[in-house]
């Protein structure tokens, strides 16, 4: 009994956590393409437009949900669900600071790529369900993209848990006190791990499913309401845990640089940790507000012919290294 | 294999390229006007709607600079302009216009009654902001009993808009300065040549 109210508390602490950073993300994001594009971004509702996504919650909440007459009542209702739940369910396993984390899980890292490729599922369903062709080109186009960036992604990773030896992330970080952090080891795979973290979480330039000037809105033309919002939640959450690994796999989770990380509180530790995670979400809006979408093909030949060879490349030299080095 | 290599290093640096461009307008001044707070500086020459001249010293302050020669009426090419005429109640001059009224429905901002104009009575102002709710009170009227009268700017009759002003432009100023200060030493010239003629 006490083990399950402590799970619930855990979901709702977390729930209300990702929440409030979607909030801020979608305040974030308007903000850095507005002064990209040399614009002011929101500034009428609250103080310098703090309001302005809370405001766009409560209308999303007061939207009609419509539902396509033929659509498949069930899946088109799981769709938004998953699509939250998966990266939702991520956040797990990962550490924020030395003693802050929900479960410490041997397999991770494993864990939260199984649960970030499902994402998939969500999307396939949201084409599928909502009978609607855009929706479903939108949704192929999908399952083709994150199947192919999902390879050179882990194999990506592959390099960081052939140096460490683990799959844990806790484990991960407290081996990156001791030495380089893996970004130093490991530089191309951190690149590599940067570039299909986006394709992964569908964001542009790889923003193919939703690809407005030819799809509507992608797979998600259908959904209105409070089942849109789900949704952009989850691009956001993606997003979020994306970058939670990255942070934790390359740049040495919640570790200061440059400091005797034994005798610091925690609460600097999370700061560390929240600010390495936002300076790479700030990286992908970076990405986003300066690349246009790539054409299909080439998105794919990208994939492949460039991601993957160098993945493949970056763990052949990092696996002859390590044997080098331990025999 | 080499091209391969080379094209990547290639590729890879124009994203660089592309990203440092981005980072530079993030922090360029923004462009964004806050149109109802801020507005535009306009050029000198920008036609806004016709503002009506009038004597800002003197014994006549207040009084339309307009002599209701109806140069302006003649040459409307829409017919907008209604004046009506007086006595001048200054001696040294003939006539007044008593009522000057510019239908903004039929007006289409063409210049030619400020071009005809001889005594730079009336120019073009740099107000836009014209939309009414009701095209009976398109009809402004711009001297009222020999008087300036600003119609557009009767807090009754208007009713749209942000900001309840005017904008004055600098050439505006400039000419109601300039007129203003010709005007005054002229008449005193005058007045001072009559006197010597009548001793």
Known sequence: ?327 | MIRYIKDLLKNSWALLVGLAVTMRYMFRPKTTVQFPEQKKELGDRYIGYVKMMYETEGEHAGVTKCVACMACVVVCPVSCIQVTHDKHPDPTKKRIAKEFILDYVKCEFCNLCVEACNFDAIIMGHDYELALYDRSVMDMVLVKDMKYHDDLYDASRRQTGSANRSITSPREREIIEVINKKEHEERIKKAAAQSENAS
């Not at chain 1, 691009?235 to 994306?242: H, T």
């Not at chain 1, 300066?290 to 993945?311: N, S, Y």
Request: aromatic content about 14%; glycine content about 8%.
């Open chain 1, 1 to 327: 009994m006490n083990t399950m109210l402590s799970a619930i508390l855990g979901v709702l602490i977390l729930f209300g956590v990702i929440a409030l950073q979607g909030l801020i993300l979608v305040y974030m994001e308007r903000k850095v393409s507005a002064w990209m594009q040399s614009r002011l971004g929101p500034n009428r509702v609250g103080p310098w437009g703090l309001l302005q996504t809370a405001a766009d919650i409560v209308k999303l909440l007061l939207k009609e949900n419509i539902r396509n007459e033929r659509s498949d009542r069930v899946i088109f209702f799981l769709a938004p669900i998953l699509a939250f739940v998966a990266p939702f369910a991520a956040f797990v396993t990962v550490p924020f600071a030395a003693t802050i984390g929900f479960r410490d899980l041997d397999m991770g890292a494993f864990y939260v790529f199984a649960l970030g490729s499902s994402v998939v599922f969500a999307v396939i369903w949201a084409g599928y369900g909502s009978n609607n062709r855009y929706a479903l080109i939108g949704a192929m186009r999908s399952a083709a993209q994150m199947i192919s960036y999902e390879v050179p992604l882990v194999t990506a990773v592959l390099g960081v848990f052939l140096v460490a030896g683990t799959l844990s992330l806790r484990e991960i970080v407290q081996l990156q006190s001791q030495g380089l952090w893996y970004v130093a080891v490991q530089p191309l795979g951190f690149v590599l791990f940067l570039v299909a973290a986006t394709a992964e979480s569908n964001r542009a330039p790889f923003d193919l499913p939703e690809a407005e000037s030819e799809l509507v809105a992608g797979f998600h033309t259908e959904y209105s309401g409070m089942k849109f919002a789900f949704f952009y939640l989850g691009e956001y959450a993606e997003m979020l845990v994306s970058s939670c690994v990255l942070v934790v796999l390359f740049l040495g989770g919640w570790l200061i640089p440059f400091a005797n990380n034994a005798n610091v509180p925690t609460w600097l530790h999370l700061l560390s940790f929240v600010s390495k995670v936002y300076l790479i979400i700030f990286l992908m809006m970076w990405f986003r507000w300066t690349f246009p979408r790539l054409r299909v093909d080439h998105l794919m030949a990208f994939g492949w012919k460039v991601l993957m060879p160098l993945a493949l490349v970056n763990l052949l030299a990092t696996g002859l290294i390590v044997y080098w080095l331990k025999s």
